[in-house]
Nanobody, 129 residues
């Protein structure tokens, strides 16, 4: 069974950068696209980016375009989210999630949290001076 564990959150000043990581385990991990979401207090969980094992699936949500970059190190079973020029409104719990690609069709599912089968526990990112 595939499991995901996030790390790398913390407190960072506005304008600085931070990289969060998501380590996957399980022998079928390569069949999963891994996405990043975030959830701020009182708000809906928001899609940021998704990437497949091969990189052929790669998509960003509007909130992530221009400042955030998703990448994947398959040797380490790790997916990263590099966040630059952070703002206080980026404060949230950041989650990675896995979607089993053989069960997906097209691209309409990318930003829909219900389409993801496995979730990590989340890591808190706080942007504050």
């Amino acid at each position: 069974q595939v499991q995901l564990v996030e790390s790398g959150g913390g407190v960072v000043q506005p304008g600085r950068s931070l990289r969060v990581s998501c380590v996957g385990s399980g022998r079928t991990f390569s069949a999963y696209a891994v996405g990043w979401f975030r959830q701020a207090p009182g708000k809906e969980r928001e899609f940021l980016a998704v990437m497949s094992w091969t990189g052929t699936t790669l998509y960003y949500g509007d909130s992530a375009k221009g400042r955030f970059t998703i990448s994947r190190d398959n040797d380490k079973n790790t997916v990263y989210l590099q966040m630059n020029s952070l703002k206080p409104e980026d404060t949230a719990v950041y989650y990675c999630a896995g979607a089993f690609l053989p069960a997906k069709d097209g691209s309409s599912w990318y930003g829909i949290k219900e389409e993801y089968d496995i979730w990590g526990q989340g890591t808190q990112v706080t942007v504050s001076s």
